[in-house]
């Protein structure tokens, strides 16, 4: 999704998600439901924390995305947005995210991956894919600085899934409207060197380096 960070790519076969866009919305994001309502715009439900039991060791591991230019390594802040790190790490343990691509990318503003429609080179609706489920907003005090790992979504607050995009430079526009839950910390340059297209091999969660 582009305009708003989107994740029109970024639900599942019928959401919409948004990607960060180059220029921030032009307006506040549309009124939404409050998580507690537990449904998203569509009446997909929106989930909490619970919903992840085997996703919610964020502290202790890290994820690296394998890519044919090398790999990218990032960390997880579970304490500012615990219910968008532990999807992440449920969906990568799953293998959802292997084969889809980095289908969008912004010289100096964002590489944007994670629809699994993406794994159709030929589908006409890349980038508006993901889970079957949405996720809360977590908007949080970390700033979207260079490799930060943020949370796709449309304009509903309430509409990350699976689509994320990693920062190129500091984007201070996005600070408060988008969901940061990592970092990259190996790999930048794999990250500046991506190009629309490019695959994730392989998305592998594994123990946090020095823990």
């Known amino acids: ?77 579970p304490e500012a947005a615990p219910v968008s790190v532990a999807s992440f790490i449920e969906l990568a343990r799953s293998g959802y995210y292997n084969g ?22 030929n589908a006409p609706d890349v980038g508006t894919g993901g889970p079957d489920y949405y996720l809360p907003a977590e908007f949080n005090d970390l700033l979207h600085q260079d490799g930060t790992l943020s949370m796709a979504r449309s304009q509903n607050q309430n509409s990350g899934g699976s689509q994320f995009f990693i920062c ?24 500046n060197a991506i190009v629309p297209g490019d695959i994730m091999r392989e998305v592998i969660i594994r123990p946090r380096s020095g823990s």
């Open 1 to 77: 999704m582009v305009g708003v960070l989107a994740s029109g790519g970024c639900g599942d076969s019928g959401n919409s998600e948004e990607g960060a866009e180059g220029q921030p919305p032009a307006t506040a994001p549309a009124p939404t439901q409050s998580a507690d309502s537990q449904l998203g715009p569509d009446g997909k439900p929106v989930k909490t924390l619970a919903d992840f039991p085997n996703g919610q060791d964020g502290a202790d591991v890290e994820a690296v995305i394998r890519t044919d230019k090398g790999d990218i390594v990032l960390q997880f802040y």
């Open 168 to 191: 190129l430079g500091p984007q201070p526009a996005l600070d408060g409207q988008y969901t940061v839950f990592g970092q990259t910390v190996s790999g930048m340059e794999v990250v």
């Open 100 to 121: 889809t691509a980095f289908h969008r990318v912004e010289p100096g503003f964002v590489i944007q991956g994670g629809d699994p429609k993406s794994k159709d080179p």
